[in-house]
């Protein structure tokens, strides 16, 4: 039972490129949620879905696009990355109540 | 907007020695928990209390729900250096499919052997 799990673990990118960060849960949740985390900020909701094909927007959703394809998993893409998005991003499965974080994805945007 | 304010935000003490930190709010969450994060790893669910007044126990740790659902305290007693770590609250807020959580920044704390 892995839990939650995030790909890629450390990504540096250039201001515009694009990328895709990958989360996936084995706990069969309804509910994922991507957030990132800054200093002095603490966590902010990026995007959530309550559903497999369900998606909505959180506190600071510009810049980012998301889909939920299939139940286990919940994609992040940045379409054209920029040096505010550096950061550390966690995808949550879970409930509101309970959730239960992925390692973290450290992303530096230069 | 800052709904959760958790204090202190930084606290060092000896091993042995008790703490409490707070989370306070102004607003009634259904439910709140609390997570412990240590570096380089995202945060990790201790516990979550639901009841006005309720009091949970995890080994030396003591969480309290405050009677009107608005605020929170976790006691340590006995710290140690495992302890070390940020502690952040959250709350459940809302209803329906626009229940989330609203975040605290955190108490960082650190048990010195």
């Known amino acids: 039972n892995a839990g939650v799990t995030q790909t890629p673990k450390f990504r540096v990118l250039k201001t515009g490129q694009s990328m895709t960060l990958l989360c996936a849960q084995d706990?069969?949740?309804?509910?994922m949620y991507w957030y990132r985390q800054d200093p002095g900020m603490g966590l902010r909701l990026i995007h959530y879905s309550v559903g497999e094909g369900t998606t909505a927007k959180g506190e600071v959703p510009d810049g980012y696009n998301v889909s939920r394809l299939k139940k286990q998993n919940f994609l992040l893409g940045l379409e054209s990355a920029a040096p505010s998005q550096t950061s550390v991003y966690f995808c949550t499965s879970g409930t509101v109540g309970e959730q239960y974080f992925g390692p973290g994805t450290r992303l530096t945007v230069t | 907007t800052q709904l959760l304010e958790q204090s202190p935000q930084f606290l060092s003490i000896q091993e042995g020695e008790n703490l409490t930190v707070y989370c306070n709010s102004s607003s009634v969450f259904s439910s709140l928990q609390w997570y412990r994060q240590e570096p380089g790893e995202g945060p990790v669910l201790l516990v979550t209390v639901v009841t006005g007044g309720e009091v949970k126990k995890l080994k030396r740790l003591t969480f309290q729900f405050g009677d009107a659902r608005k605020d929170s305290s976790l006691h340590i007693t006995a710290a140690q250096p495992g302890d070390t770590g940020l502690y952040l609250c959250?709350?459940?807020?809302?209803?329906?499919?626009?229940?989330?959580?609203?975040w605290g920044l955190g108490t960082s704390l650190a048990v010195n052997p």
């Open positions: 706990m069969n949740h309804e509910y």
């Open positions: 959250a709350g459940a807020h809302g209803a329906g499919n626009n229940r989330k959580l609203i």
